[in-house]
T-cell receptor, first 113, second 114 residues
Framework: DAGVIQSPRHEVTEMGQEVTLRCKPI?????LFWYRQTMMRGLELLIY????????DSGMPEDRFSAKMPNASFSTLKIQPSEPRDSAVYFC???????????FGEGSRLTVL | AQSVSQHNHHVILSEAASLELGCNYS??????LFWYVQYPGQHLQLLLK??????LVKGIKGFEAEFIKSKFSFNLRKPSVQWSDTAEYFC????????????FGKGTLLTVNP
């Protein structure tokens, strides 16, 4: 069975540009999470969805960040405009009813110049 | 606010040495505890988890962890490490009633020298 699939794996962009990260959760999972990993702050939960509905977005750093889940098999995290301090690895994870064991994608490494 | 602390930022061991990585959480109620591992260039994978019952939990690849409620700890152990255990290890806690905040520690980088 395929795991969580993220794209792109690497993105290098210039400050001010829009960045869109994509995630396909494991089929049947009803929770989807976006995390950001940096050296300074470790793993931070940005937002999570249950049955495609955003439940908690208190970790989204500012209005430049937005996330959507139009259907059960796809989610996006968008940064507009991007800034150098957004450089990080962004992980998507999904989970089933259990709600406590997360399955992670391989991450999207974002570099904003 | 709930937090998870990992005491060691970087641990360096030789092969066959014993490993213990510390993890403490700051919450007095019901918690579920996890250790995840991230091998170089890869995603996080679950090593083991504790929900309830026997406080000594065995995971994959010979790892185990002990939940000590009185110490708010969930330390990860392995009696004899291998070079292939080189990775970053994350402790995480899910606090009951926390609106699903799975809180991670900052991670411990383990380097095992052959």
């Amino acid at each position: 069975d395929a795991g969580v699939i993220q794209s792109p794996r690497h993105e290098v962009t210039e400050m001010g540009q829009e960045v869109t990260l994509r995630c396909k959760p494991i089929s049947g999972h009803d929770y989807l999470f976006w995390y950001r990993q940096t050296m300074m702050r470790g793993l931070e939960l940005l937002i999570y969805f249950n049955n495609n509905v955003p439940i908690d977005d208190s970790g989204m750093p500012e209005d430049r960040f937005s996330a959507k889940m139009p259907n059960a098999s796809f989610s996006t995290l968008k940064i507009q405009p991007s800034e150098p301090r957004d450089s990080a690895v962004y992980f998507c994870a999904s989970s089933f009813l259990d709600r406590r064991e997360l399955f992670f994608g391989e991450g999207s490494r974002l570099t904003v110049l | 606010a709930q937090s998870v602390s990992q005491h060691n930022h970087h641990v360096i061991l030789s092969e066959a040495a014993s490993l213990e990585l510390g993890c403490n959480y700051s919450y007095g109620g019901t918690v579920n505890l996890f250790w995840y591992v991230q091998y170089p260039g890869q995603h996080l994978q679950l090593l083991l988890k504790y929900f309830s019952g026997d406080p000594l939990v065995k995971g994959i690849k010979g790892f185990e962890a002990e939940f000590i409620k009185s110490k708010f700890s969930f330390n990860l152990r392995k009696p004899s490490v291998q070079w292939s255990d080189t990775a970053e290890y994350f402790c995480a806690a899910f606090i009951a009633g926390s609106n699903y905040k799975l809180t991670f520690g900052k991670g411990t980088l383990l380097t095992v020298n052959p």
